[in-house]
């Protein structure tokens, strides 16, 4: 079975404070994930890596940043959180052959 | 026009019965396609994965896909209150590895 796990389950912060988001998966997977989740608007895709040390912006990037320094571990930053950053962070996995995505358990992050 | 259309719901559904899920895409060039279940304050958990036309059956669940009519459906035999959740359907656009996810069926099974 596939795992992904991540750092913390809910976790607050301060406006202005700079936060990181991990995510670890065990299959050896290429293709991981960032997403974030709010009332009324669905899942929506932060940014995505395809191989170790590579990034793209998906839908949503402004006011974050990630990083990909190993295959297994793909981190979200937010480099100054503000209060509409507060939401559900999710991240998954991928990887061949049905290229299905894993979700991990996410993240419920509160900005004060 | 959306990339995806899907009924937000609430669906409700008596216990026992066939719940029916639907969703619409855009994009003539997807070739994969699932179905997510998500329950309250969770993640989402893949339930089916479906890449031909026709019918997948696994378990309670059976997938429908229709290129031509360019739907999905999901459907749940003997509905039981623990399938009660929000149902998400989801496709690779243009065939790439990046999904893209309907708004959710939040489903209500009824004892």
Redesign the interface.
Known sequence: DVKVTQSSRYLVKRTGEKVFLECVQDMDHE?M?WYRQDPGL??R?IY?S?DVKMKEK?DIPEGYSVSREKKERFSLILESASTNQTSMY?CAS?GPP?????????TRLTVT | QKEVEQNSGPLSVPEGAIASLNCTYSDRGSQ?F?W?RQYSG?????IM?IYSNGDKEDGRFTAQLNKASQYVSLLIRDSQPSDSATY?C?F?FQGA???V????TRLTINP
């Not at chain 1, 049905?98 to 996410?106: I, M």
Request: without cysteine; proline residues 5%.
């Open positions: 293709n994930f669905g899942l895709l995505f395809y998906g999710l991928q049905t290229y299905e995505q894993y979700f991990g358990p996410g | 994969s699932f997510y969770k993640s989402p958990e893949l994965s998400l989801a690779d590895q990046k999904l996810f309907g708004q959710g």
